[in-house]
């Protein structure tokens, strides 16, 4: 039973979850009930799929120990690219396929140039942040192409599907996603080497794990999920903004450490990143329904993301502190 | 070429003039050596003498700049950890190569997970062999652990660099290199790895054991050489030297 209980206190994610539960009660007492109605859920999880598909992977980078500043750009020039293209005539798939390989191009050369350079990725990804979005603004020249929905395949990206149209297909997309990022993880070689890439390099090294290869894989799942997420963002108000996406890196950092993610690499969960992400989403709604100033926003993102830090180092202490019986 | 050194008949590992530069300092000056089969090799000399770029070698860490290395008298280039690991060569590092933030059961294995099905490569962790064989591989080095999921970041020095020793043995190695296994260690820890080290005759295991102190390793080791500035400068069995004249000629 106590190592239950310890094994519990370490989740990283437990923290962000225990906040969630108490915000969501909290909102709903405030908004007199509105929070929880279908109608603010179909809002709330709607956009959802947007903000979390980008912290999945950022999630996944730092746990891989490096870090990616450039993902709210990649957000915008992903779509951009598929807008131009599409504009050009090229049909929906091939344009989506070639914003993809843009992206993991993106995330293959934020790899590359870190681990052949032995610069932090904090740098090479906060180049990578301007050039990304000065691109997005260059290859739309400046008159952003408005989508033809006509071509777009909305049923299977944006449109309300499940009991009570509660849910976009977005949703199912992200849940397929993460549930495969988070297998890859947790389950699989390729994830025990992410760990103990993130955890302790020289380690990793020793034992012979490709980890120049380990991290170039996550830097670029980290891109193309960022892109793909920025895609979905397109289809569903309709036409790429080379604005879009500008402080998501910072807020994507922001859901992976309010999960329980550390920032020097090793320990997290892609649940917790997801946590993290709904948590701020439920927040940004949350405030709006109970009336409060909605510029408060971002000071509560940013007192979140302390507390649940706070909050995560001294369960997990307490967890690491408890004896059990052997 | 230096032609002066105590060759073996059938040696598991010779090294043969080896040369190694690190960014303009020569740290290998041609060294060349056999390490007999079963026998335990004490390896001693000063910070810098070039001990550790000698195992790194071994451990196929590092590339030689020149010179050979034969496993079983058969010339072989390693160029990562894990060609040395197929070599039959396993290295416990002074600092510890454990991660940590994972548990006992993912550490034993980074690297060389057993897969329930795999495509490329990448593939679908058998955890529960992991879990068993973990818990038999640390009770095969009479170490009592109470679980194969507790985080190595939770154990103590001796346990950590217990688990590290039954990692290497698990994976039936041919030559077990040991970096300072004993520093930072307790007494009785200390006592436990060089009980470790005698018994590694009887497993069949040639063991490598790099220390400060010599007199651990006059208490496990059948043979001692010593290095200097990059050369070996005294090898011999234990019985024909002391520890005086090893400190005279560090």
């Not at chain 2, 002066?4 to 003039?17: Q, T, Y």
């Not at chain 2, 295991?205 to 070996?232: K, L, P, Q, W």
Request: glycine share 10%.
């Amino acid at each position: 039973m106590r190592l239950l209980v310890k094994t519990f206190l370490q989740k990283p994610e437990l923290a962000a979850a225990l906040l969630l539960v108490a915000l969501v009660v909290l909102f709903q007492i405030l908004s007199n009930g509105i929070f929880l109605s279908t109608a603010n859920l179909r809002g709330v999880l709607g956009l959802l799929p947007e903000m979390a598909l980008v912290a999945v992977g950022v999630t996944l980078l730092m746990i891989c120990g490096e870090f990616d500043l450039s993902v709210g750009s990649v957000f915008a020039l992903m779509p951009m690219s598929m807008a131009v293209l599409m504009a050009q005539g090229w049909p929906f798939l091939p344009s989506v396929a070639i914003g993809l390989l843009l992206c993991a191009a993106i995330g293959f050369v934020n790899g590359w140039l870190t681990i052949r350079f032995a610069i932090p990725s904090f740098i090479t990804t906060l180049g990578m942040l301007f050039m990304a979005r000065s691109l997005t603004v260059v290859i739309s020249g400046g008159f952003p192409p408005r989508l033809d929905m006509e071509r777009i395949p909305e049923q299977i990206f944006i449109s309300f599907v499940g009991p009570g149209e509660l849910i976009r297909a977005s949703f199912i997309w992200f849940v397929v996603i993460a549930a495969l990022v988070s297998l890859l993880l947790s389950r699989t070689n390729f994830g025990n080497w992410v760990r103990a890439t993130g955890g302790f390099l020289p380690a990793a090294n020793a034992m012979g794990i490709p980890t120049a290869r380990v991290k170039i894989a996550c830097f670029m799942i980290c891109s193309v999920l960022a892109g793909f997420a920025g895609m979905i963002q397109v289809l569903r108000v309709g036409s790429p903004l080379p604005s879009m996406g500008e402080g998501m890196e910072l807020a994507a950092v922001a859901a992976a450490v309010i999960g329980g993610t550390v920032l020097t690499g090793g320990i997290g969960s892609i649940l917790g990143g997801i946590i993290g992400a709904i948590l701020i989403r439920v927040i940004d709604n949350g405030l709006v329904l109970s009336r409060v100033d909605s510029n408060w926003f971002k000071f509560a993102i940013g007192a979140l993301t302390i507390l649940a830090v706070v909050g995560n180092a001294w369960l997990r202490k307490r967890g690491r502190a408890m004896k059990v019986e052997g | 070429m230096s032609t002066e050194f105590r060759r073996a008949a059938d040696p598991v590992i010779s090294v043969r003039n080896l040369h190694k530069w690190y960014s303009g300092v020569h740290a290998l000056r041609g060294v060349s050596l056999d390490f007999e089969r079963n026998e335990a090799v004490g390896l001693v000399g000063d910070n810098g003498a070039g001990k550790s770029t000698l195992i790194s070698i071994l451990a196929g860490l590092h590339q030689p700049d020149e010179g050979e290395v034969m496993v079983d008298g058969h010339l072989v280039r390693m160029r990562g950890p894990r060609d040395a690991m197929d070599q039959g060569i396993e290295t416990i590092y002074q600092y510890n190569s454990m991660v940590p933030s994972m548990s006992i059961a993912r550490n034993l294995f980074i690297g060389r997970e057993p897969l329930k099905a795999s495509l490329f490569g990448i593939g679908i962790l058998d955890e529960a062999r992991m879990r068993a064989e973990s818990v038999a591989a640390i009770a095969s080095v009479d170490l009592h652990l109470r679980s194969p999921d507790a985080l190595v970041g939770e154990l103590s020095g001796g346990q950590r660099q217990g688990v590290a020793i039954a990692r290497a043995m698990h994976f039936k190695s041919k030559v077990l290199i040991l970096d300072e296994p004993t520093n930072h260690l307790s007494v009785k820890e200390t006592n436990k790895v060089i009980g470790f080290v005698k018994s590694l005759a009887a497993q069949k295991v040639t063991g490598i054991f790099i220390s400060h102190n010599m007199h651990h390793v006059f208490a496990c080791c059948d043979r001692v050489v010593a290095m200097a500035h990059g050369r070996v400068v005294l090898d011999k069995r234990i019985e024909e030297t002391s520890i005086e004249e090893v400190h005279d000629v560090l």
